[in-house]
């Protein structure tokens, strides 16, 4: 599986950017999908995850009300919707496919990762 993430960039404070990760391969449809964040001098951390009957969890408190994750499976696609962006949300965000259906928070949890893309808010 092979999983490829974009819709990076540079925005404004309260703009707002579309996140997508397309997997190809071996596609596991039936396994969780996740988002995960790295700023720079800080640890991984997990946003958003989506299970394969598509509900979603969040891990981060701070993007609840902001940041919503779907997926439309037969495009294998995952999307990560992140508005009212703050100057904290910057950094490196990650997919990954979990290896079962309910992908918990922990990246332990996560076997396939995109490469990154990018996010910088300025303010």
């Known amino acids: 599986v092979q999983l490829q993430a974009s819709g990076g960039g540079l925005v404004q404070a309260g703009g707002s950017l579309r996140l997508s990760c397309a997997s190809s391969?071996?596609?596991?449809?039936?396994?969780?999908v996740g988002w995960f964040r790295q700023a720079p001098g800080k640890e991984r951390e997990s946003v958003l995850v989506?299970?394969?009957?598509?509900?979603?969890?969040y891990c981060a408190d701070s993007v609840k009300g902001r940041f919503t994750i779907s997926r439309d499976i037969a495009k294998n696609t995952v999307y990560l919707q992140m508005n009212s962006l703050k100057p904290e949300d910057t950094a490196v965000y990650y997919c990954?496919?979990?290896?079962?259906?309910?992908?918990?928070?922990?990246?332990?949890?996560?076997?396939?990762w995109g490469q990154g893309t990018q996010v910088t808010v300025s303010s």
């Open positions: 990954a496919t979990a290896r079962g259906p309910y992908g918990g928070c922990s990246s332990l949890g996560y076997m396939y």
């Open positions: 391969g071996r596609t596991a449809s039936n396994n969780a």
């Open positions: 989506i299970s394969w009957k598509g509900a979603s969890t």
